[in-house]
């Protein structure tokens, strides 16, 4: 039951903010009482917080599976890449100025992971890629994780600007543009075979 409460309120919170949901729309929308949700939980801030470490996780499952199952770096990055756009399509402006203005400690975590977690993985990435002749080596690879954290956050507060283009399209690019930069020879011929190849990757599990 804990596991259904948290994905109604991720499907409600993602679309219309924190705020907007109550614990009764949680309640309504799962066709239980509100007495039952408070069973599991404290309150909506605790519900947020459960939701936001239970999303890290799978965050940090997902990133650790695509790692091993990618044949090299240049595959590694472009799978990361569809996962993030299966997770920026679902945000909603609303979700990610509520997230900032009433859970502040969401917001801190949501950021120590980036730069924690996800960083240390790029940086992991870079250093494969340049073992496996794919990337240059002539970049100082810590400003090229930062600058490429910096671009994710940046998608997920400018989803107001970045409306009128497809979402899909908005992190393809970012994308492109970063690793264009970045390969060799050897690893453009990677990316455009792997460009051509690789469909959509949708998460399973999870919530």
């Known amino acids: 039951m804990e596991e259904k409460i948290l994905l109604q309120a991720k499907n409600l919170f993602m679309q219309y903010g924190t705020r907007s949901v109550s614990m009764d ?6 066709g239980i009482s509100k007495k039952t949700i408070y069973q599991y939980f404290e309150d909506k801030n605790t519900i947020v917080e459960k939701l936001h470490n239970y ?21 590694e990055v472009l799978k990361i890449t569809q996962l993030k756009i299966q997770e920026i399509k679902q945000l909603k402006p609303a979700f990610i100025y509520d997230l900032r203005k009433y859970h502040p400690n969401v917001w801190e975590n949501h950021h120590a992971h980036h730069n924690l977690y996800v960083k240390v993985a790029i940086l992991e990435n870079l250093n494969r890629g340049i073992k496996e ?27 107001e ?4 283009f497809d979402m899909s399209e908005v992190i393809s690019t970012m994308t492109s543009h970063f690793i264009k930069g970045l390969v060799t020879e050897k690893g453009l011929e990677k990316y455009n075979f792997y460009k051509a190849e690789l469909s959509p990757l949708t998460p399973k599990g999870g919530i």
């Not at 970049?139 to 994710?152: D, G, H, K, P, V």
């Open 25 to 30: 729309d949680i309640a309504r929308n799962l």
């Open 55 to 75: 999303m890290i996780e799978f965050d940090k499952k997902m990133i650790n599976d695509i790692h091993n199952d990618s044949k090299d770096a240049v595959e």
């Open 133 to 159: 002749g794919l990337y240059h080596q002539d970049f100082n690879m810590e400003i090229i994780a930062t600058l490429r954290i910096a671009s994710f956050e940046g998608v997920a507060t400018m989803l």
């Open 161 to 164: 600007l970045l409306q009128k």
